[in-house]
């Protein structure tokens, strides 16, 4: 991934001179006025196919819109459609006609004071302390059938309980209807079968049905869902082990 924006670069003349930060995020940028996340832009495509029409799953822009704001937010913008793979961001591909134009009047109207735009992660809490300096309490202790091997984030339910009564796939956070179809077509059926594959086995399983899936958003999705957290909510590390094994998953299916 390129250190600096490329192409989009121009988009940070659209944001405060002063306020914003910039950080990498799943292979693009991601844009904070304080602590609410208003843009994240993507430049790379999905390079394992070149069917054009797969290229509109990661270049462009997505604005994050709580899902109880999003028709509102498509009322004002219906050019905009919810991400497939991550349907709490709208999504504008790059290639839309007037593109440049859409951002600009998009991002006018998400940076005014108390608007519906825009999403705030939810807060990260340590064992002694929360961010506003109050004692928090002590966490539950770790179930027996829980994989202490990846990190876990506080949440408001427990990923185990939570995999045991989700239904269907799409009841666990950020798995949409397009994903969980793409899973299902892979043979993967229920929350409790991914949960036992592990998310790599889940991906291989993805990729040799839909190899357009072989991309590193894609395992994100699985883990924080498996997991119970927000995208943010991944530590550099584990997004690193990732990448590192989609990359060896690639070259090996090529082999």
Known sequence: MAKEPLELKWIENLLPAEGYRRKAMFGGFAYYLDEKIILITFEATDKTTDKPKDKINWNGC????????????????????????????????????????????????ALRPHSIWGS?????????????????????PIP?????????????????????????LSDLKNIGPTLEALLQDAGIKTPQQMHKLGWQKTMVKLVKVHPKTNHSMYAYTIITALENKDFGGMSEAQ?????A??????DRLKS
């Open 120 to 140: 705030f992660p939810k807060e990260k809490k340590t064992a002694s302390k929360t961010r506003k300096g109050k004692s928090a309490k002590t966490e539950p």
């Open 62 to 109: 997505m604005f994050p819109v709580e899902h109880e704001n999003q028709a509102r937010a498509l009322a004002q913008f219906p050019i905009l459609k919810p991400h497939k793979i991550l349907p709490k961001w709208l999504y504008l591909p790059l290639e839309t006609e007037g593109f440049e134009e859409w951002v600009s009047d998009i991002l006018k109207v």
């Open 245 to 250: 094994y989609m990359k060896t998953l690639r």
């Open 144 to 168: 027996k059938n829980l994989d202490t091997r990846r990190p876990r984030m506080f949440s408001d339910e427990d990923p185990v309980e939570l995999l045991q009564k989700a239904k269907k």
């Open 239 to 243: 997004k690193t082990e990732v990448r």
